[in-house]
């Protein structure tokens, strides 16, 4: 029904980050860290603290987003029930912990293929046919009751008390004379080798191919032959798949109750719209941006001020660079 | 395809009419029973909870029962309806107005600030009296209400009584305590919480050196803020706020081991709750909590937390205890009036006087011309091992208070 | 006089250079004929004159009021009207509805529906009145087209290939219908591919090639110049 | 040649003015069916019990939140995903003049209209000028609704968390908009509004604005190349739609007597504005109004059932969770079956 040109002409030219985002992006991240430490005013082991700690955030945020991206950024679905996904692969891990006994970062890596047969199944019965009339309120009316009833299912399951999964790697160190804890800097890590594995596979296999083919014009790649309808549902099951790694990683640093993905589900498409549409690398860097700019922010704007900060920035990078930083025009 | 379509409708226009008939249905007209209302979140993100809090008022129900039903009115049996607010506030007043609809001599209910205003206007409207088990905010009395009372602490009396007990602990252990830091969900509950408490602290000579405040949502790691509270070089940090983030801030405080005396919750969803000793491990080892609580030294408290965890398998937390309580009010007022007309009951629950309540209070449960419960106040826990122990005063203490109360490391 | 000036016209997209100090003056009822290969720049043209697009250099001149830059609305109101080669219907209306948005421009909604109507009969669509226009042939879009643009009344049409995509037998009277029109005394400028109809309404030419004038003039002397032979009519005349 | 009325070109022959396929009689069947549906509902309260009239009047404040919805993203194709900002610009005016300042609902919901039609406005400008369009329009919308969450959370006059109470009159108040609990008034009342946000509708869509509208949302390049100011053909849709919204908005902490930040700005309400126009029918006139009929009562009606199962379900008595569960059940099946919502499908039946 609405007209699907997005942008592009016209006045949203304005801020050049051009061929090297990532060394634009830094270098004002850099400068603005360094005019924090200078004239913020703060102490700077709380400001060294305030930047780890964001940067570990951002790499938490950074999974969420990830999966999201090829989910947005290919299917075009506004995926509401991102965050419920998150809630639902942290409780497939705390089952198999608490059942079976398994280590959780071994629950977590049997909580991939789970997550990803979800995936393909929520695409390929529920998603497919309207994301192929093109209509976007469709989709996301049905993500919005999935939501719904990922967490109620999950409610009626495990009832609402809070759950907690131990770690083998309990306690913190010291880097930087900023205190980090083992769970956190291993989703950390986590981020970033989802991150680089989804990159490998979008930029060298064929699927990867067929899947960039389908987000660039999915007429066009049908008529060269690819099967879009299983490109859909394959790259649904990728992106439910890295949110499982996403929550397997969480579980040791997070109360379990069946809605605690959900805040996740907004800042996750704040990341996605910063980073570019369908970009495994604008999503990292987007979450570990945003991870900043919360925490950081907060040594300012305590409260819910620095998720107003976060949203300015959301609507300035919509209005000024609407294809995001990676995004192709 | 137009099958179904007209199927459905003719489903749902069916469905429509039921639910309409169905409303109508119930009625207060059958005797020998008397219907209470109890309006829980019992979906939605608070379900844990408001599940446990259905459950204690069911228990209740039947506890009163099983000894002869209500025995002023010829032995009646109590009813337990219960609503689910979803958390949502017009949810919740939509199952306060058919609860009151069917027949519902008063309601109990029902953990949210914002739900319970909403139900305690439909109740002053309906004039059905509303017990108040759960819901902090001091705003909600302050309406002028006729029909409502609370059972449990305010905000304010709550961050008053919490700086009381930490000044008496500081004395007590010969370790006086003259400054905290303070950490504090963002809203209402925690800013009155504090306001509360700063102004106590401030004449039991204890300066509160940091206000932090975080965000309710969004809120995944609380080692910046706690650092921050730390730079203060406090004496404690004290901290006010739900399950979640209390849970982040004992770890973040036993990560960055800063030099203070202790981890003092007031009015923290976390640090009392029987699943965080086992949720914060390690870092939860010894972290105080003034918060309202059951009287664990209570023999009818532990009877009634035995049964309740037979029968529904999960143990029975202060906020189903206190919908216990909030129904025993009810049913106390219903012996007292002898009638299940809401307008007396009213006036039975307004002059009751509950001698032996099941929470660790001052004295006797009765309530101002407010509806607020006059004697509501805070006990100290503290985490010792797996379990939450009640420390101070001494008349409820079950163990001895650890005071430095740092962690074991 | 010229109804419509065009003075050096030029519009560049990231260094490539579409239309290039385009000169065009259209005196008032004339019916011009634009041709030229693939890629000469008509459509271009057509959309920074019709204010689809702002040029980036020159100067449009309609009606004695100096029209550059001016976006597609104004310019419409103007009384200078365009069609799309690719049709485009307001699918979720009807034909009449269609037409009734642009005789909307000049008259209150009752006569608008009466006026809209006249111009369907005009164009012989009016026993489509009341389908959707997602529904019509590609024939009955081309007259939609047309009709939408008569309904704003315009002084001066731009027609882009108003002829692609139809069957010889459905070019006759559309080019019939086209000189009524222009008898009646509308000003027309059209692209066109069919030569047959450009010979047998043009009254004056103009043969764009790489964004130039390549040259204009009387149709018969244009068409016989060797080096628009050599540009264009070389491939399919 | 200076006169540019005259214009040739127009030279044909206007048919007769009464010929037969000048006919519109959509319009006024359009008010016939309303004035009819109107007088059928008025007659509900006679036989709903108190609970099912508060639902009832639920249904209600949503389907005129739909009708405003769908005015801006149904006819005028702009998707709003943060109709909790006019909602609640709606509630909190409302709440701020009554609470603070004494001043008359009826009174608030001009004021709330037009302040709320002013913010709308700012927005989709800001949002149109950067052309944004579909999945980000809606993105930016959801974005500014959380923000002005957060920011009336920190707001001081607003009362932060807190919320608006409205205070409970000793009588029945016509200007105060205040009568006893399960007065039909109560019903009545949103059944006017809703009637007069449906007419809105009828008439916008037939009005020259909403032409104009529905012809940008079809085609923007060809609706400018006819001379329609496509900005100003949007942001009246955007207004239209945000004030009537936003005297639901007024109307909601009226009834419910209390407002607070989520009530009234929370990303649920712009849901509630989304769900029941979407499974009604986009850009229909009477598919938000049947949309809100059935999601309204639904989640009530799956917890009645569910409170009392029959037989064979009585195991699931008492699961906390279910009745949501199924609820989003049903919202998702007939998402999938009915993709253009329940009465553009069955119109689409019907037609063909």
Same mark, same amino acid.
């Given at each position: 029904?609405?007209?699907?040109?997005?942008?592009?002409?016209?006045?949203?030219?304005?801020?050049?980050?051009?061929?090297?985002?990532?060394?634009?992006?830094?270098?004002?991240?850099?400068?603005?860290?360094?005019?924090?430490?200078?004239?913020?005013?703060?102490?700077?082991? =709380?400001?060294?603290?305030?930047?780890?700690?964001?940067?570990?955030?951002?790499?938490?945020?950074?999974?969420?987003?990830?999966?999201?991206?090829?989910?947005? *950024?290919?299917?075009?679905?506004?995926?509401?029930?991102?965050?419920?996904?998150?809630?639902?692969?942290?409780?497939?891990?705390?089952?198999?912990?608490?059942?079976?006994? =398994?280590?959780?970062?071994?629950?977590?890596?049997?909580?991939?293929?789970?997550?990803?047969?979800?995936?393909?199944?929520?695409?390929?019965?529920? =998603?497919?046919? =309207?994301?192929?009339?093109?209509?976007?309120?469709?989709?996301?009316?049905?993500?919005?009751?999935?939501?719904?009833?990922?967490?109620?299912?999950?409610?009626?399951?495990?009832?609402?008390?809070?759950?907690?999964?131990?770690?083998?790697?309990?306690?913190?160190?010291?880097?930087?004379?900023?205190?980090?804890?083992?769970?956190?800097?291993?989703?950390?890590?986590?981020?970033?080798?989802?991150?680089?594995?989804?990159?490998?596979?979008?930029?060298?296999?064929?699927?990867?191919?067929?899947?960039?083919?389908?987000?660039?014009?999915?007429?066009?790649?049908?008529?060269?032959?690819?099967?879009?309808?299983?490109?859909?549902?394959?790259?649904?099951?990728?992106?439910?798949?890295?949110?499982?790694?996403?929550?397997?990683?969480?579980?040791?640093?997070?109360?379990?109750?069946?809605?605690?993905?959900?805040?996740?589900?907004?800042?996750?498409?704040?990341?996605?719209?910063?980073? *570019?549409?369908?970009?495994?690398?604008?999503?990292?860097?987007?979450?570990?941006?945003?991870?900043?700019?919360?925490?950081?922010?907060?040594?300012?704007?305590?409260?819910?001020?620095?998720?107003?900060?976060?949203?300015?920035?959301?609507?300035?990078?919509?209005?000024?660079?609407?294809?995001?930083?990676?995004?192709?025009? | 395809?137009?099958?179904? %379509?007209?199927?459905?409708?003719?489903?749902?226009?069916?469905?429509?009419?039921?639910?309409?008939?169905?409303?109508?249905?119930?009625?207060?007209?059958?005797?020998?029973?008397?219907?209470?209302?109890?309006?829980?979140?019992?979906?939605?993100?608070?379900?844990?909870?408001?599940?446990?809090?259905?459950?204690?008022?069911?228990?209740?129900?039947?506890?009163?029962?099983?000894?002869?039903?209500?025995?002023?009115?010829?032995?009646?049996?109590?009813?337990?309806?219960?609503?689910?607010?979803?958390?949502?506030?017009?949810?919740?007043?939509?199952?306060?107005?058919?609860?009151?609809?069917?027949?519902?001599?008063?309601?109990?209910?029902?953990?949210?600030?914002?739900?319970?205003?909403?139900? %305690?206007?439909?109740?002053?409207?309906?004039?059905?009296?509303?017990?108040?088990?759960?819901?902090?905010?001091?705003?909600?009395?302050?309406?002028? $209400?006729?029909?409502?009372?609370?059972?449990?602490?305010?905000?304010?009396?709550?961050?008053?009584?919490?700086?009381?007990?930490?000044?008496?602990?500081?004395?007590?252990?010969?370790?006086?305590?003259?400054?905290?830091?303070?950490?504090?969900?963002?809203?209402?509950?925690?800013?009155?919480?504090?306001?509360?408490?700063?102004?106590?602290?401030?004449?039991?000579?204890?300066?509160?050196?940091?206000?932090?405040?975080?965000?309710?949502?969004?809120?995944?790691?609380?080692?910046?803020?706690?650092?921050?509270?730390?730079?203060?070089?406090?004496?404690?940090?004290?901290?006010?706020? $739900?399950?979640?983030?209390?849970?982040?801030?004992?770890?973040?405080?036993?990560?960055?081991?800063?030099?203070?005396?202790?981890? $003092?919750?007031?009015?923290?969803?976390?640090?009392?709750?029987?699943?965080?000793?086992?949720?914060?491990?390690?870092?939860?080892?010894?972290?105080?909590?003034?918060?309202?609580?059951?009287?664990?030294?209570?023999?009818?408290?532990?009877?009634?937390?035995?049964?309740?965890?037979?029968?529904?398998?999960?143990?029975?937390?202060?906020?189903?205890?206190?919908?216990?309580?909030?129904?025993?009010?009810? %049913?106390?007022?219903?012996?007292?009036?002898?009638?299940?007309?809401?307008?007396?009951?009213?006036?039975?629950?307004?002059?009751?006087?509950?001698?032996?309540?099941?929470?660790?209070?001052?004295?006797?449960?009765?309530?101002?011309?407010?509806?607020?419960?006059?004697?509501?106040?805070?006990?100290?826990?503290?985490?010792?091992?797996?379990?939450?122990?009640?420390?101070?005063?001494?008349?409820?203490?079950?163990?001895?208070?650890?005071?430095?109360?740092? %962690?074991?490391? | 006089?010229?109804?419509?000036?065009?003075?050096?016209?030029?519009?560049?997209?990231?260094?490539?250079?579409?239309?290039?100090?385009?000169?065009?003056?259209?005196?008032?009822?004339?019916?011009?004929?634009?041709?030229?290969?693939?890629?000469?720049?008509?459509?271009?043209?057509?959309?920074?004159?019709?204010?689809?697009?702002?040029?980036?250099?020159?100067?449009?001149?309609?009606?004695?009021?100096?029209?550059?830059?001016?976006?597609?609305?104004?310019?419409?109101?103007?009384?200078?009207?365009?069609?799309?080669?690719?049709?485009?219907?307001?699918?979720?209306?009807?034909?009449?509805?269609?037409?009734?948005?642009?005789?909307?421009?000049?008259?209150?909604?009752?006569?608008?529906?009466?006026?809209?109507?006249?111009?369907?009969?005009?164009?012989?669509?009016?026993?489509?009145?009341?389908?959707?226009?997602?529904?019509?042939?590609?024939?009955?879009?081309?007259?939609?087209?047309?009709?939408?643009?008569?309904?704003?009344?315009?002084?001066?049409?731009?027609?882009?290939?108003?002829?692609?995509?139809?069957?010889?037998?459905?070019?006759?009277?559309?080019?019939?219908?086209?000189?009524?029109?222009?008898?009646?005394?509308?000003?027309?400028?059209?692209?066109?591919?069919?030569?047959?109809?450009?010979?047998?309404?043009?009254?004056?030419?103009?043969?764009?090639?790489?964004?130039?004038?390549?040259?204009?003039?009387?149709?018969?002397?244009?068409?016989?110049?060797?080096?628009?032979?050599?540009?264009?009519?070389?491939?399919?005349? | 040649?200076?006169?540019?009325?005259?214009?040739?070109?127009?030279?044909?022959?206007?048919?007769?003015?009464?010929?037969?396929?000048?006919?519109?009689?959509?319009?006024?069947?359009?008010?016939?069916?309303?004035?009819?549906?109107?007088?059928?509902?008025?007659?509900?309260?006679?036989?709903?019990?108190?609970?099912?009239?508060?639902?009832?009047?639920?249904?209600?404040?949503?389907?005129?939140?739909?009708?405003?919805?769908?005015?801006?993203?149904?006819?005028?194709?702009?998707?709003?995903?943060?109709?909790?900002?006019?909602?609640?610009?709606?509630?909190?005016?409302?709440?701020?003049?009554?609470?603070?300042?004494?001043?008359?609902?009826?009174?608030?919901?001009?004021?709330?209209?037009?302040?709320?039609?002013?913010?709308?406005?700012?927005?989709?400008?800001?949002?149109?000028?950067?052309?944004?369009?579909?999945?980000?329009?809606?993105?930016?919308?959801?974005?500014?609704?959380?923000?002005?969450?957060?920011?009336?959370?920190?707001?001081?006059?607003?009362?932060?968390?807190?919320?608006?109470?409205?205070?409970?009159?000793?009588?029945?108040?016509?200007?105060?908009?205040?009568?006893?609990?399960?007065?039909?008034?109560?019903?009545?009342?949103?059944?006017?509004?809703?009637?007069?946000?449906?007419?809105?509708?009828?008439?916008?869509?037939?009005?020259?604005?909403?032409?104009?509208?529905?012809?940008?949302?079809?085609?923007?390049?060809?609706?400018?190349?006819?001379?329609?100011?496509?900005?100003?053909?949007?942001?009246?849709?955007?207004?239209?739609?945000?004030?009537?919204?936003?005297?639901?908005?007024?109307?909601?902490?009226?009834?419910?007597?209390?407002?607070?930040?989520?009530?009234?700005?929370?990303?649920?309400?712009?849901?509630?504005?989304?769900?029941?126009?979407?499974?009604?029918?986009?850009?229909?006139?009477?598919?938000?109004?049947?949309?809100?009929?059935?999601?309204?009562?639904?989640?009530?009606?799956?917890?009645?059932?569910?409170?009392?199962?029959?037989?064979?379900?009585?195991?699931?008595?008492?699961?906390?969770?279910?009745?949501?569960?199924?609820?989003?059940?049903?919202?998702?099946?007939?998402?999938?079956?009915?993709?253009?919502?329940?009465?553009?499908?069955?119109?689409?039946?019907?037609?063909?």
């Amino acid at each position: 029904m609405t007209s699907t040109t997005t942008q592009g002409e016209g006045p949203t030219r304005f801020v050049r980050v051009g061929r090297h985002p990532t060394t634009v992006v830094s270098v004002t991240v850099v400068l603005l860290l360094a005019a924090v430490f200078a004239v913020g005013g703060k102490d700077n082991g =709380l400001v060294t603290q305030s930047i780890v700690t964001g940067l570990l955030l951002g790499g938490v945020y950074a999974l969420v987003s990830i999966g999201l991206t090829l989910i947005f *950024g290919v299917l075009g679905v506004v995926n509401f029930a991102q965050g419920s996904m998150l809630t639902m692969s942290m409780y497939v891990v705390y089952a198999l912990v608490s059942g079976p006994g =398994l280590p959780v970062y071994l629950a977590t890596l049997l909580a991939i293929p789970v997550m990803f047969a979800f995936g393909m199944f929520v695409q390929h019965f529920l =998603l497919n046919r =309207l994301t192929s009339t093109g209509s976007h309120e469709g989709p996301l009316l049905v993500t919005l009751g999935l939501q719904l009833l990922i967490a109620n299912v999950l409610l009626m399951i495990f009832s609402g008390r809070p759950k907690s999964v131990g770690t083998p790697f309990d306690g913190s160190f010291e880097m930087l004379g900023a205190i980090a804890s083992y769970s956190r800097v291993i989703a950390f890590a986590g981020a970033v080798l989802v991150g680089i594995a989804l990159t490998l596979v979008l930029r060298r296999t064929s699927l990867g191919l067929s899947i960039r083919a389908v987000a660039a014009n999915a007429q066009g790649a049908a008529l060269v032959g690819v099967n879009v309808r299983r490109v859909y549902a394959l790259t649904f099951g990728i992106g439910a798949a890295s949110v499982a790694v996403a929550g397997g990683l969480m579980t040791p640093f997070t109360s379990l109750t069946p809605s605690v993905g959900e805040q996740f589900t907004i800042l996750a498409f704040v990341i996605v719209v910063l980073g *570019g549409l369908g970009s495994v690398l604008g999503a990292t860097i987007g979450g570990l941006v945003i991870g900043l700019v919360q925490t950081v922010g907060a040594l300012y704007l305590p409260g819910t001020g620095s998720l107003i900060l976060v949203f300015a920035v959301f609507v300035m990078v919509l209005f000024l660079r609407p294809q995001g930083l990676y995004g192709a025009k | 395809m137009k099958k179904i %379509a007209s199927v459905m409708t003719a489903l749902v226009v069916a469905g429509g009419l039921a639910a309409c008939s169905g409303s109508d249905g119930g009625g207060s007209s059958e005797s020998g029973t008397v219907t209470i209302g109890s309006i829980h979140p019992t979906s939605g993100a608070l379900a844990g909870v408001g599940g446990l809090m259905d459950d204690g008022a069911k228990l209740a129900v039947d506890d009163i029962n099983a000894a002869g039903g209500i025995k002023a009115l010829d032995g009646a049996k109590l009813k337990l309806s219960s609503g689910d607010s979803q958390g949502k506030a017009e949810v919740g007043q939509s199952e306060a107005q058919r609860l009151i609809a069917d027949g519902a001599v008063a309601l109990v209910g029902t953990y949210q600030s914002d739900v319970t205003q909403n139900v %305690a206007a439909v109740a002053e409207r309906g004039r059905v009296p509303f017990v108040i088990d759960v819901a902090v905010d001091d705003k909600i009395l302050q309406q002028g $209400y006729k029909y409502a009372f609370r059972v449990q602490p305010d905000a304010t009396s709550m961050g008053t009584s919490g700086a009381q007990s930490l000044a008496k602990i500081g004395q007590d252990s010969g370790t006086p305590i003259t400054s905290v830091a303070y950490l504090h969900i963002e809203g209402a509950f925690g800013d009155s919480v504090f306001k509360a408490f700063e102004a106590e602290a401030a004449a039991q000579g204890i300066t509160s050196v940091k206000e932090i405040t975080y965000p309710a949502t969004n809120f995944s790691d609380a080692t910046t803020q706690v650092r921050e509270a730390a730079a203060a070089k406090p004496d404690v940090i004290v901290a006010t706020g $739900y399950y979640p983030d209390g849970v982040l801030i004992a770890k973040a405080v036993s990560e960055l081991k800063p030099d203070i005396q202790g981890l $003092y919750g007031i009015a923290n969803g976390a640090f009392d709750d029987g699943s965080f000793p086992a949720a914060s491990g390690e870092s939860g080892q010894n972290v105080l909590s003034a918060n309202y609580h059951y009287d664990a030294n209570d023999e009818r408290v532990a009877d009634i937390r035995t049964r309740f965890e037979a029968k529904y398998g999960k143990p029975m937390e202060t906020a189903s205890i206190l919908s216990y309580q909030a129904v025993e009010v009810v %049913a106390a007022g219903l012996e007292k009036s002898g009638s299940d007309d809401p307008e007396k009951l009213r006036e039975a629950i307004a002059g009751i006087s509950i001698d032996d309540p099941l929470l660790a209070f001052d004295g006797p449960i009765t309530f101002d011309e407010r509806g607020q419960n006059e004697n509501a106040t805070v006990i100290v826990m503290q985490v010792q091992g797996d379990n939450v122990e009640q420390v101070f005063p001494q008349e409820f203490s079950t163990k001895d208070l650890v005071f430095p109360a740092t %962690a074991a490391r | 006089m010229s109804l419509l000036q065009v003075e050096g016209l030029t519009k560049t997209f990231a260094g490539l250079t579409a239309v290039d100090s385009v000169d065009i003056a259209v005196a008032d009822r004339v019916f011009l004929g634009i041709i030229g290969p693939n890629g000469a720049g008509k459509t271009t043209l057509f959309s920074l004159l019709a204010g689809s697009q702002p040029p980036t250099a020159g100067r449009v001149v309609f009606d004695d009021v100096d029209i550059t830059g001016w976006s597609a609305q104004k310019v419409a109101r103007a009384g200078l009207v365009r069609t799309f080669q690719l049709m485009r219907p307001f699918e979720s209306m009807s034909v009449l509805e269609n037409v009734t948005i642009a005789s909307l421009a000049q008259r209150s909604r009752k006569d608008a529906r009466r006026h809209a109507l006249g111009v369907l009969e005009r164009v012989q669509l009016a026993q489509y009145a009341g389908t959707s226009s997602g529904s019509l042939p590609t024939a009955g879009l081309k007259r939609l087209e047309l009709a939408r643009a008569l309904a704003m009344e315009p002084r001066m049409i731009l027609l882009d290939e108003v002829l692609a995509g139809l069957v010889p037998a459905e070019r006759a009277p559309m080019i019939e219908l086209l000189r009524e029109l222009h008898g009646d005394g509308l000003t027309v400028m059209f692209v066109e591919h069919i030569m047959a109809a450009v010979m047998a309404l043009s009254e004056r030419l103009v043969v764009m090639h790489d964004g130039r004038v390549l040259t204009q003039g009387v149709p018969a002397e244009v068409i016989a110049e060797p080096q628009v032979v050599e540009a264009y009519l070389g491939e399919d005349y | 040649m200076t006169d540019t009325t005259a214009r040739p070109a127009a030279a044909h022959e206007l048919p007769a003015a009464d010929d037969p396929r000048l006919k519109d009689t959509w319009a006024r069947r359009q008010l016939l069916v309303l004035v009819a549906g109107v007088a059928v509902l008025s007659t509900l309260p006679l036989f709903l019990g108190e609970q099912a009239q508060s639902v009832a009047i639920r249904t209600l404040i949503f389907a005129i939140m739909a009708v405003g919805w769908n005015l801006m993203s149904g006819f005028g194709g702009m998707f709003s995903f943060g109709h909790a900002a006019f909602f609640g610009i709606g509630a909190y005016t409302g709440a701020y003049l009554l609470v603070d300042h004494g001043i008359s609902p009826w009174i608030s919901m001009v004021v709330a209209a037009v302040l709320s039609a002013a913010v709308g406005v700012a927005i989709a400008y800001l949002c149109l000028r950067y052309k944004l369009a579909g999945s980000y329009f809606a993105l930016a919308t959801f974005a500014f609704a959380q923000m002005f969450l957060l920011i009336v959370q920190n707001v001081d006059a607003l009362h932060k968390t807190e919320g608006f109470n409205v205070e409970i009159l000793p009588s029945d108040s016509w200007s105060m908009l205040q009568f006893q609990q399960g007065d039909p008034l109560y019903f009545w009342i949103p059944l006017a509004i809703l009637a007069a946000a449906v007419l809105v509708s009828i008439l916008y869509v037939r009005s020259r604005a909403g032409q104009y509208a529905q012809a940008v949302r079809d085609d923007e390049v060809a609706a400018s190349s006819l001379g329609i100011n496509t900005m100003r053909a949007r942001l009246i849709a955007v207004a239209l739609s945000c004030g009537v919204t936003a005297v639901a908005g007024v109307y909601y902490t009226q009834y419910y007597f209390f407002v607070g930040p989520e009530q009234a700005f929370g990303s649920a309400v712009s849901v509630e504005a989304i769900v029941p126009a979407v499974i009604g029918g986009i850009g229909t006139i009477w598919g938000p109004v049947i949309g809100a009929m059935v999601v309204g009562p639904l989640s009530e009606l799956v917890a009645t059932v569910l409170r009392n199962p029959p037989g064979f379900l009585s195991f699931l008595q008492g699961t906390s969770g279910l009745d949501v569960a199924v609820y989003a059940t049903l919202l998702i099946v007939i998402v999938i079956v009915m993709p253009k919502g329940i009465f553009g499908t069955i119109r689409d039946r019907w037609r063909s």
